[in-house]
């Protein structure tokens, strides 16, 4: 379905281009387009690869258990299906510090093992757990201290005060999280 859209935004780009009488600039846009594209792609590879790494190094020095025992009673009150001690939990807490830090590109890949984690733990395979779901919207929602993606974004495209959205991110992100958990505590007691 995305799919479609995006085509169907890029026809009508071109259609209003060829009506404007501006077709020289297509090429020029797509070219420029496809460049960015291409450095941001690469910044980002650059930044996963480097954060996955960081996360192998701490999950075998023991960090990650360290950070999982700091937030183990925030956890359990919001992951009460998952066993204490199992390691989705560890990837979990990566995750969330990870996201609290704004390093949303480096949560990736531990949010990405939490769910197979999760998945391991799983009744009815091909649907989701709670806990799979209260993941998610936490995740979507993640309360960010520093948010280092839109900091980066401002400071690459000229902003004179890249930092002036910390305050207002917190609250935002504060805000969507406590309601998007409180939204599937709703839906689990509806569903139970």
């Known amino acids: 379905m995305l799919s479609k859209i995006w085509c169907l935004m890029i026809i009508f780009g071109i259609f209003f281009t060829v ?18 594209a291409m450095e941001l792609f690469w910044v ?14 701490a ?6 258990k360290a950070i999982s025992e700091k937030m183990r009673p925030i956890l359990e009150y919001l992951f009460p299906d998952i066993p204490k001690g199992h390691k989705a939990l560890d990837y979990i807490s990566l995750n969330i510090a990870a996201n609290f830090l704004g390093l949303g590109w480096a949560a990736t890949p531990s949010g990405i093992m939490a769910v197979r984690e999760m998945d391991k733990l799983n009744r009815r395979k091909g649907r989701a757990t709670n806990a799979m779901c209260m993941f998610l919207v936490i995740n979507m929602s993640s309360v960010q201290l520093i948010s280092m993606n839109i900091i980066s974004y401002r400071l690459k495209y000229g902003s004179e005060n890249p930092a002036e959205i910390v305050l207002p991110g917190i609250i935002a992100t504060t805000v969507s999280t406590a309601a998007a958990v409180w939204a599937c505590r709703m839906c689990e007691k509806v569903e139970k």
């Open 19 to 36: 009506i404007n009488g501006k077709c020289e600039k297509i090429s020029s846009v797509f070219l420029e387009g496809a460049a960015e």
């Open 44 to 57: 980002m590879a650059g930044a996963v690869a480097f954060w996955s790494g960081i996360m192998k190094i």
């Open 59 to 64: 999950e075998k020095s023991g960090l990650i």
